[in-house]
């Protein structure tokens, strides 16, 4: 059976986000695609919980989530974890601080109060760039984390160059099947 790989969007994205679409180009026939689509006012609790019922049988699921859906995809992979499945995180641009935000428009307070915070990601590859004007990467990139690999792109928050860090995913992900 074929490793899934769930891709989460960002706010204001969806299931036709370009960074998957990147993904399903570059690793084609390789993996099983899914994706959890949200808006401002879903339920994250309850797709995460359908996500992992979806991955119930994937031996080792690859997670994949861009800016607040990195948020929601590190929580899943918590989840999972609490039921004894391992998965592969993969996170870009991502929100795990909303206290690291620095865009001035409002973030919506429905999404707000389902975030959770993860001062100390492990385990994980984060592609993010320091010229990020949404949210302060920087204490990413100056802090040590345990098992954190970090790819990092001369970019904007919406990573324009993700497809340059196709590669090194590739190998992450090859490492840790």
Sequence with gaps: MKTT???????????DSR??????????DEYNYDFIEWNNDSNISELLKKAELKLQNCEKAILVGDSTGANFAYQLRERLLLTGKESIL????PLLDIDERIADFEFPNQLASQLL??????????I?????????QKWLFDNEFEKVKMIELDDNHRLERFQESLSEIRKYIENNL
């Design 117 to 126: 915070k993860f001062d100390n990601p492990k385990n994980v590859l984060i």
């Design 19 to 28: 960074k998957f679409l990147n993904l399903k180009n570059y690793f084609r």
């Design 90 to 93: 993969i996170l870009s641009s």
């Design 5 to 15: 790989l769930l891709y989460i969007h960002g706010l204001g994205s969806d299931r």
């Design 128 to 136: 993010a760039t320091q010229n990020d004007k949404i949210l302060n």
